[in-house]
């Protein structure tokens, strides 16, 4: 193997690491066989030879009008990407290569097929970092010289913003894709170690919201155009809404009215896609007023 080496005839870490495989692959088939663990036609599957039955109906799904496969679609067309584990690598600290066998004494130690752990941790959701900005002053004209900050942090916000994007984007979500509210966001990060109040989580939230409002505004317009509608309406509650003096549809008379309504919507477009609104105010249901009102003029033209 050494003059093997020295000329240049053995294989490459890569070919030995696939040789390696197929041995270990091969040992553990002659095991699982000699032990009846595994069938034949198990052992097809195993090694690609036949579909599995959730293959193959997932091959059918996917199939056109022509009944050629379609090509699998990428995993983010369904949602957020999986993360990866990050991969920390623990090396031995009493042995190295080539040390004798602390059992016996008598062999040597080589390296072998390492151990592995998938650990999953949890920790709170909002980090507080606390970034220390190192100041130089000038001793004749009295100049600060302060360390910029690095460009992953100025990502996430300005140098005078204390919650990030990230962290305000999470605060609505929790609110409004989870249903967890405000108050119990205070108290789950007051559990964590991290205080954070319901008026701070509102405040945050709301700088979400008037950021993206302009993109409702122009899904509400698109909804417009849809060709088909489900709609719904239900009661809602608002602690501190009072009562409003409105006037009465086809008359002069006014009203009060005190019952706060959520009215959603799922339009439907002509190139298939859904559009999902939703609105909680006292206006008389007026989201679904508009929903009507648009599929009734879509007739019209």
């Not at 090694?47 to 039955?53: F, Q, R, V």
């Not at 894709?177 to 966001?185: C, D, E, I, S, W």
Request: hydrophobic fraction near 35%; charge should be positive; glycine fraction near 6%.
């Amino acid at each position: 193997m050494t003059e093997a080496k020295e000329h240049h005839l053995a294989l490459n870490p890569e070919d030995c690491q696939l040789l390696l495989d197929a041995l270990v692959t091969l040992a553990s088939m002659q095991h699982r066989l000699a032990h009846h663990d595994v069938t034949v036609h198990k052992l097809r599957k195993l090694l690609g030879i036949e579909k599995s039955s959730e293959k193959r109906a997932a091959v059918c799904k996917t199939s056109n009008a022509t009944g050629h496969p379609k090509k699998p679609t990428d995993p983010t067309d369904e949602g957020s990407a999986p993360v990866k584990p990050r991969v920390v690598f623990h090396a031995m600290q009493a042995l190295n290569k080539g040390d004798a066998c602390p059992e016996c004494f008598t062999g040597k130690v080589y390296k072998a097929e390492p151990g592995s752990l998938l650990r999953i941790t949890g920790q709170s959701p909002f980090i507080p970092e606390q970034h220390v900005l190192e100041r130089l002053r000038c001793n004749s004209c009295g100049a600060y010289f302060t360390a910029p900050l690095p460009d992953e942090v100025l990502q996430d916000g300005t140098a005078s913003q204390k919650y990030g994007h990230s962290a305000r984007s999470l605060m609505a979500i929790y609110k409004y894709f989870a249903g967890l509210p405000f108050y119990r966001q205070g108290s789950l990060q007051k559990l964590l170690g991290v205080q954070l109040t319901a008026s701070t989580v509102f405040d945050q939230v709301e700088r979400v919201c008037d950021a993206i409002y302009p993109v409702y505004q122009r899904l509400f317009s698109l909804a417009a155009d849809a060709a088909h509608y489900y709609i719904d309406d239900t009661t809602h509650r608002i602690l501190d809404q009072t009562e409003v003096e409105k006037k009465v549809r086809n008359s002069d008379k006014t009203q009060m009215r005190s019952g706060v309504y959520t009215s959603g919507v799922i339009a439907t477009l002509a190139e298939g896609r859904d559009i999902i609104l939703f609105e909680t105010n006292m206006r008389a249901n007026s989201l679904t007023a508009f929903c009507i009102t648009a599929a009734w003029l879509t007739q019209r033209r």
